[in-house]
């Protein structure tokens, strides 16, 4: 029995298609868990369909301003006599990052977001998270306030892990006795001390990017988020770390929440996610059942 | 199992809308099920409510900061007491010694003290308070909290600092024979309202930092000019005595005494130090307090205070954008 929980969705379906063939399970035991998977998933996303919204995005559009492209830096007075005037510059390019999407998640739903390189699914994130306002005409609508892990380095470079649990807590809105008392769950779950015992009291600036990554995280799923989006945070952790986190983002999934997941690795969307919607140029490609979308996905990059 | 037919982008059906978002649209949709804009900046009391919520980590967020400023440091600690005793060696050797502005100035050690650690309070406020959106963004976007935490607690570190300093103060004060009255209790609500008005500073610091990057290239020379005109290292009444412009132009006058860093200053001077031959003298007196300097003061503090707070505040759905 522990031995078939251990054994991921992605394993499965590699098996299925015959590409990996080591493990120890007969063709018959695959086809059937493969079955069961695909039964439980069916299950979770039409309950999941019924549930409460907790995110509207509705024809969301996003531009960015970037200031002084073209041109160099632009005279001084021309700089100056603008900010007087308050008119824009001349330089300012428009980026239209993300062109009216549009689409609705529900409690107790996993979505991944997939595309290429700059096709606009951090925005979208950035934007669900509240850091970026929308263009008129749109807007995003979220239930409570969504948490937003991103790839960035420490929290708080200076100051030692143990601050930063305790201070992170804090700004979650914990009070002491709640930090004090969420603190040893955060270390545990993070298992920093497994390789070094006093990383707890080091600067996180000493952090490698995968331990600062395992602290961050743990921080953020310490508490319960009813939104909770990951950007490749998870990239830099091992693979028990990634084993781990995975198994949490279901949890928080089961727990009723909405997680979101951006990855390039299609294993660990795989694992983590019912629904997937591929972004290209800013538009929604496809949304759907995380197979059909990931298969399409991983044809497609494939052919060109 | 795996789909072997090409993917032509332009040819995959439009992707399936959610049927009650179809059916009722995205706003109405969102009332429905109560659902907030996402980033939308609270009401002005509900932001000072969540404000007030977050207070532990306001304090908690300043006593890490503190501790890890010197942690690099062989001393240690130690530098919270030594920083504030050499800045003023320094600029008691520079303007007590070579410029010897101590003429006309009783206490000169004193004066100097005062006047040193109060306006570098204010100017590493101001400083630390205009990166402290910048130089925050991964905290702002990983973790929400009303984004006034942050110059505000930038504003408290400095507080801490200057407890340190206002030891030393004391330590000059009875150490060059100053007699402790009821007056040094007055240090108090001073300090209060400095704190409220550094912190107003702060908070607007904060959000042009927050867009214009020049704003840290900038505030330097502002500070620096702002020291020179408050009478931080000698007396204000020295340089406006015998100045042609100020002859000229007495209501200039004022406006040099009432200006806000040269007002905290001179008040704080007045609670510490004796002062009996300023009624004599007037505003060429070294320790001259302007008439209404208290309420002028409380003005200040609170114009500032809550003015830079709503500010701050106006822009707050913009601070993760960096």
């Given at each position: 029995m522990a031995e078939k929980q251990t054994i991921l969705p992605s394993q499965i379906l590699r098996a299925v298609q015959g590409v990996?063939?080591?493990?120890?399970?007969?063709d018959e035991e695959i086809v059937q868990m493969r079955a069961q998977i695909l039964e439980e998933r069916a299950k979770r996303r039409a309950e999941a369909a019924t549930n409460k919204p907790t995110v509207i995005v509705d024809n969301l559009n996003i531009i960015y301003r970037i200031h002084?492209?073209?041109?160099?830096?632009?005279s001084a007075t021309g700089a100056l006599s603008r900010i007087v005037s308050r008119r824009t510059s001349p330089t300012v390019k428009e980026v239209?990052?993300?062109?009216?999407i549009s689409f609705v998640a529900r409690r107790g739903e996993s979505i991944g977001l997939i595309g290429?390189?700059?096709?606009?699914k951090s925005t979208t994130l950035a934007a669900i998270a509240g850091l970026l306002p929308p263009e008129k005409g749109g807007g995003v609508y979220t239930d409570g306030q969504p948490a937003l892990l991103g790839?960035?380095?420490?929290?708080?470079?200076?100051?030692?892990g143990e601050r930063n649990v305790i201070v992170g807590c804090l700004a979650m809105g914990m009070s002491k006795a709640e930090a004090k008392a969420a603190y040893q769950g955060i270390v545990d779950f993070s298992?920093?001390?497994?390789?070094?015992?006093?990383a707890m009291s080091?600067?996180?600036?000493?952090?490698?990017s995968g331990m600062a990554a395992r602290l961050r995280f743990s921080i953020a799923a310490s508490r319960e988020q009813d939104v909770l989006m990951i950007d490749e945070?998870?990239?830099?952790?091992?693979a028990k770390f990634q084993a781990q986190s995975e198994a949490r983002i279901r949890e928080l999934r089961e727990s009723a929440g909405t997680v979101f997941v951006v990855s390039h690795s299609m294993g660990a969307i795989r694992d983590t996610c019912d629904r997937v919607i591929w972004i290209e140029a800013g538009k929604i490609l496809m949304d759907g059942d995380v197979d059909e979308v990931a298969d399409a996905y991983e044809t497609w990059s494939k052919q060109s | 199992m795996t789909e072997s037919a090409v993917i032509v982008l332009e040819e995959l059906p439009p992707p399936p809308s959610d049927p009650e978002y179809a059916e009722l649209g995205g706003v109405p949709m969102a009332a429905k099920y109560g659902l907030k804009q996402s980033g939308k900046r609270p009401a002005l009391l509900d932001y000072v409510r969540v404000l007030w919520a977050r207070r532990h980590f306001i304090t908690g967020y300043a006593t890490a900061k503190n501790r890890a400023?010197?942690?690099?440091?062989?001393l240690g600690q130690i530098w919270q007491l030594l920083t504030p005793i050499l800045n003023v060696a320094v600029y008691d050797f520079v303007f007590?010694?070579?410029?010897?502005?101590?003429?006309?100035?009783?206490?000169f050690l004193l004066f100097l003290v005062i006047g040193v650690f109060l306006f570098n309070f204010l100017q590493t406020a101001m400083v630390y308070g205009s990166r402290s959106i910048s130089d925050q963004l991964v905290l702002i976007r990983a973790l929400h909290f009303p984004r006034a935490c942050l110059p505000i607690s930038a504003t408290v570190i400095q507080l801490q600092q200057l407890a340190f300093s206002m030891v030393i103060v004391l330590a000059v004060a009875l150490g060059t024979g100053q007699t402790p009255t009821?007056?040094?209790?007055?240090v108090i609500p001073a300090l209060v309202l400095l704190f409220l008005f550094n912190t107003g500073m702060a908070m607007i610091v904060a959000r042009m930092g927050s867009v214009l990057t020049d704003t840290s290239q900038l505030l330097p020379f502002i500070l620096r000019t702002w020291m020179y005109v408050s009478?931080?290292?000698?007396?204000?009444a020295s340089v406006l005595k015998d100045h042609p412009f100020f002859e000229h132009h007495p209501w200039m006058i004022n406006v040099a005494y009432y200006n806000p860093a040269a007002l905290f200053i001179t008040l704080m001077r007045n609670c510490l130090m004796t002062n009996d031959y300023a009624v004599k003298y007037?505003?060429?007196?070294?320790?001259y307090q302007p008439p209404g300097a208290w309420l002028i003061m409380l003005g200040w503090a609170v114009l500032v205070g809550i003015g830079g707070f709503v500010y701050f505040w106006k822009a707050e759905e913009q601070y993760g954008r960096g």
């Open positions: 990996e063939g080591e493990h120890s399970l007969s002084g492209a073209g041109t160099g830096r632009g239209h990052a993300v062109r009216g290429r390189n700059g096709s606009g790839i960035n380095a420490a929290l708080m470079p200076d100051l030692t298992r920093i001390e497994d390789t070094n015992p006093h080091l600067p996180m600036k000493a952090y490698s945070a998870l990239a830099t952790g091992d | 400023l010197y942690s690099d440091a062989k007590g010694f070579l410029f010897n502005q101590s003429r006309g100035v009783h206490d009821w007056r040094w209790v007055l009478g931080v290292m000698y007396s204000l007037a505003w060429q007196s070294p320790l």
